[in-house]
């Protein structure tokens, strides 16, 4: 049984820092892009960050400077480091893992169940 177990979520004060950690349990034959997704209410889900397998990384440019996302291949786990929070990265931050379980599977993406992330004082 595939899954991804999020934490790290949380209430923070505008200005503050979180990390939230992402892990792919489960047996994998390949993962290829680990990512993190949010959505706020009333919005569609959107992109935050993500990492290839080989260390490539994009990110929203609303992050940028402010969020880092990193991985450990070895342990299957992806992180996010999030600095300067404002009261608009308020949402549910969604953990994203693309690839295989098999070798004659297909490459697919995985969701985890998301992590509440608010910024008020």
């Known amino acids: 049984q595939v899954q991804l177990v999020e934490s790290g979520g949380g209430l923070v004060q505008p200005g503050g820092s979180l990390r939230l950690s992402c892990a792919a349990s489960?047996?994998?034959?390949?993962?290829?892009?680990m990512g993190w997704y949010r959505q706020a209410p009333g919005k569609e889900r959107e992109l935050v960050a993500v990492m290839a397998s080989g260390g490539s990384t994009n990110y929203a440019d609303f992050v940028k400077g402010r969020f880092t996302i990193s991985r450990d291949n070895a342990k299957n786990t992806v992180y996010l480091q999030m600095n300067s929070l404002k009261p608009e990265d308020t949402a549910v931050y969604y953990c994203?893992?693309?690839?295989?379980?098999?070798?004659?599977?297909?490459?697919?993406?995985?969701w985890g169940q998301g992590t509440q992330v608010t910024v008020s004082s």
């Open positions: 489960g047996r994998w034959f390949s993962i290829n892009a």
């Open positions: 994203n893992t693309e690839g295989r379980r098999n070798s004659w599977t297909n490459i697919r993406a995985y």
